[in-house]
């Protein structure tokens, strides 16, 4: 077996990529029916910033911040599902692409109620 070099260069991760990531993890959790359409507006934190509708994540001094928007289910727990949602957002982060996140700004826009019988937004 070959022994392993320690090979110069850089990593770039685009932005982008986060926005991916935290979409992934918010529509995988229970209680979150979709994201918001609306674009968030520019915030307060400075760096790199990437949005998609419901989305907003900033890359700075090697942080990242997330603002993230959902319509929830009715049925949720609101305070629950948006702390699961920081752990889970801040988690995936960290693990994918082992960037410390500094925080996770939850937003339930709206609930959304699904009649029976009918197909989930």
């Known amino acids: 077996m070959a022994d392993e070099q320690s090979l110069s260069g850089r990593v770039t991760i685009a ?8 979409r992934q993890t918010a529509l995988s959790t229970e209680g979150v029916l979709r ?3 609306r674009v968030p507006r520019r915030s307060r934190f400075g760096g790199r910033r990437a ?3 419901g989305i907003e994540v ?3 001094d090697g942080e990242v911040q997330v603002v993230v928007h959902i319509i929830a289910d009715p049925g949720a727990n ?9 752990t889970e957002i801040a ?9 410390q996140v500094a925080g996770v700004n939850v937003t339930i ?7 029976a019988g009918a197909a989930q937004p």
Do not use: C, K, W, Y
Not at 15 to 22: K, S
Not at 109 to 115: C, H, K, P, Q, T
């Open 78 to 86: 609101m305070l629950h599902l948006a702390e699961t949602l920081q």
């Open 15 to 22: 932005p982008q990529v986060l926005t991916t990531i935290v």
């Open 91 to 99: 988690r995936a982060i960290e693990h994918i692409v082992e960037l």
């Open 58 to 60: 900033i890359i700075g």
């Open 51 to 53: 949005v998609a509708p």
């Open 109 to 115: 826009d709206n609930v959304a109620f699904v009649s």
């Open 35 to 37: 994201l918001s359409g």
